[in-house]
């Protein structure tokens, strides 16, 4: 059980494009989502927390205008790149977890985003 | 404020025990998590322990926790070349409603055959 689905797990383009991930909880409710952003050899980088219905919450640092968070459903959170850029280049990796509190937070597959 | 400590790399033969350590800033941690990464992909849950525990084992993975020293570590019995992987340890901290966690910078293991 708890299967967190994300795509793509692989993006190439231009720059300037806007880039959309997408995070899928298959067989629970996630009330929160959290999106990170790892570089290599390094930790994960949390950037903002969604709730189910509510505005993320964006850590300090992270532009929410450049990372639009959508987390219209209890199954489905996404995140968009808006026009991208070389040093958006990353790894992005969602996590999903239910309504308990200290329920373990569900790991994506992550998403390699590459931008040109 | 909180911080997650880990060393970075660990080498081990198969077959032999590979005892990973992390310790932690934040007195009042409720879970504590450790997580497999392999290459390329998310992380996967390995196990968690409630920090009024002390132990903690599921088939090869033994959890140790020192809530006085703030020591957690994760022994891998019998280790396998599959076992590869860096491995986080990260905290819940009871002064978040989110369940945010607070990750170790991750520790390589590297298993020789």
């Known amino acids: 059980g708890a299967v967190v689905s994300q795509h793509p797990s692989r993006v190439i383009c231009k720059s300037g494009t806007s880039v959309k991930i997408e995070c899928r909880s298959l067989d629970f409710q996630a009330t929160t989502m959290f999106w990170y952003r790892q570089f290599p050899k390094q930790s994960l980088m949390l950037m903002a927390t969604?709730?189910?219905?509510?505005?993320?919450?964006?850590e300090q640092g992270v532009e929410k205008d450049k990372f639009l968070i959508n987390h219209a459903s209890l199954t489905l959170s996404t995140l968009t790149v808006t026009s991208a850029h070389p040093e958006d280049s990353s790894f992005y990796i969602c996590?999903?977890?239910?309504?308990?509190?200290?329920?373990?937070?569900?790991f994506g597959d992550g998403t390699r985003l590459s931008i040109l | 404020g909180e911080d997650v400590e880990q060393s970075l790399f660990l080498s081990v033969r198969e077959g032999d025990s590979s005892v990973i350590n992390c310790t932690y800033t934040?007195?009042?941690?409720?879970?504590l998590y450790w997580y497999k990464q392999e290459p390329g992909a998310g992380l996967q849950l390995l196990t968690y322990?409630?920090?009024?525990?002390d132990m903690k084992q599921d088939q090869r993975l033994t959890v140790l926790l020192n809530k006085k020293d703030k020591h957690l570590s994760l022994r891998i019995a019998d280790t396998q070349t599959g076992d590869s992987a860096i491995y986080f340890c990260a905290e819940s901290i009871l002064s978040s409603n989110t369940g945010k966690l607070i990750f170790g910078q991750g520790t390589t293991l590297q298993v020789k055959p």
């Open positions: 322990i409630f920090s009024n525990m």
């Open positions: 996590s999903a977890k239910g309504s308990v509190k200290n329920q373990p937070q569900h």
């Open positions: 969604s709730n189910e219905g509510s505005k993320a919450t964006y």
């Open positions: 934040d007195s009042s941690s409720t879970y």
